[in-house]
């Protein structure tokens, strides 16, 4: 049968799924995952511009208030705006606050106040800054003492909206915070469904996970055959059960190795970079042991009795392995580099117990065996 023609709505309902589903995930797993207030920088373009643009609009509403009479329809515009946002910030059956910020900031009312210039902007600016001390977190308390100490209304406005978008970050952290505990609990049922979801949407969305786990199914049959056959006396006519555990965790062991200029499979996309951590680990301990092995064996009788020389083997290492994972990192320098650390480290040990040196010869050997690890079907990497 031909395939499925995808409509547009069809895709984005199922990236607003898989949009969804990535939050949800990073919230539960990262214990500190939050929301971070983070601004264009200064000398970018879109800072600049931004910049412009907002002391343009600050620079017009102050000359609207300095005209005679003052015109108040763009500051009662903002105020307007800073209700909404400061009832966004009540919780359900706060209602007597919230009938006090809609009474104290009726546009409807303000509006006649300007009619008659009788608009007493600073003390609506006062109310909005005590409540906003209200509603804030503790971290707040000093910008808000900033705000009373300013003076010049039109910059008291400003300000003010810049703690209130502070505000909208803690507000959202705070919510994070409280749904974490929920979102843990009930992780796996909430990406079951919406896995569900975005294959009604995409039937193909789970391709790459199915080709996964089928090749991990392939493994362990491929592994029961081989014992079937090197045991005599096995019955060849009895089929044996896979197990689901055992295939998932083949599955999972394959990640490790995971060449990532492929698509990971996409039920692990919200943990690819975790996955990528993981694998960077992984291999970085893999060389340490070569290292450690080839040291040991070259020059063990020398070092034994050195305290936790393979530790120190372990920081020469670690610094230089760092970042492994990218497509920029060069392992064959960076293993040249711990070999020559590693003949300055052996030396100086032996130097300090009384001991000759290496000779050019074994250090030029120590450090070609420690350059060759990457090289593919190396004995001492194929052993680790």
Known sequence: SPPKVITFDELMA?????TDLTLAHEIAVNANFCIK??????????GTVKQIVHKAFWDHLESELNEDPPEYEHAIKLFEEIKEILLSFLTPGANRIQNQICEVLDTDLIRQQAEHNAVDIHGLANYIINTMGKLCAPIRDNDIKQLKATDNIVE?????????????????NYTIQNLRPYLQRNLVDYERTKFQEILEETPSALDLTTEWIK????????SISDESSSSPGADSSSKRIISPTLVLNNGYLKLLQWDYRKTIPETLLTDEVRLQELREKLNQLKIIACVCLITNNMVGAAIVDVPDFADQLKRISVPLLEGMNKKTFDLKEAL??????????????????????????????????????VEENNPVSSLI
Not at 14 to 18: C, D, E, G, T, V
């Open 156 to 172: 008291l406005l400003r300000q003010i909206f810049h703690v209130l978008d502070l505000m909208k970050v803690d507000m959202a």
């Open 37 to 46: 207030h983070e601004d264009f920088p200064q000398n970018s373009f879109a």
């Open 336 to 373: 040249n580099a711990i070999g020559v650390q590693v003949c300055s480290k052996v030396n100086r040990s032996l130097t300090e117990r009384g001991l000759p040196m290496l000779t050019e010869e074994m250090q030029s050997n120590l450090m070609g065996q420690i350059a060759h690890i």
């Open 14 to 18: 199922a990236a607003k799924n898989l």
């Open 215 to 222: 090749e991990s199914i392939e493994d362990e049959l491929s």
